[in-house]
């Protein structure tokens, strides 16, 4: 039998163009900055970050550039800037390297 592809999560969204995007939910003032698993359809991340004046949003790119080994220009929030539910698009990662580090930052 020929190996099954692994499914994507529903986290992880792939428009046509193949950007990639991941949907979050933030939980600011925590106590600390991780990825902390799923909510729901989502990937749950906490941040240290008060939700105020956009240190929370700074934060969610800067924490998701140092993690992955981006610039934060290859990060863009592109929904939810006053949410807690958010859209992130990644460019410079295809998904297999995606997932695997966000499966490393899981961990």
């Known amino acids: 039998m020929?190996?099954?592809?692994?499914p994507t999560p529903s986290w992880l969204v792939i428009s046509k163009t193949g950007t990639l995007q991941l949907l979050l939910h933030v939980q600011p003032s925590a106590k600390r900055t991780a990825v902390v698993g799923e909510?729901?359809?989502r990937l749950k991340v906490v941040l240290s970050a008060?939700?105020?004046?956009?240190?929370a949003n700074a934060a969610l790119v800067k924490f998701f550039a140092k993690s992955l080994g981006l610039s934060k220009s290859q990060l863009q929030i592109t929904a939810g800037e006053g949410?807690?539910?958010?859209?992130?698009?990644?460019v410079g990662l295809s998904e297999t390297e995606l997932l695997a580090a966000i499966k490393d930052l899981a961990a």
Do not use: F, Q
Request: cysteine-free; overall charge neutral; proline content about 18%.
């Open 83 to 90: 949410s807690r539910e958010k859209r992130l698009e990644v």
């Open 39 to 41: 909510h729901g359809e």
């Open 50 to 55: 008060p939700p105020v004046d956009g240190k």
């Open 2 to 6: 020929p190996p099954t592809a692994t």
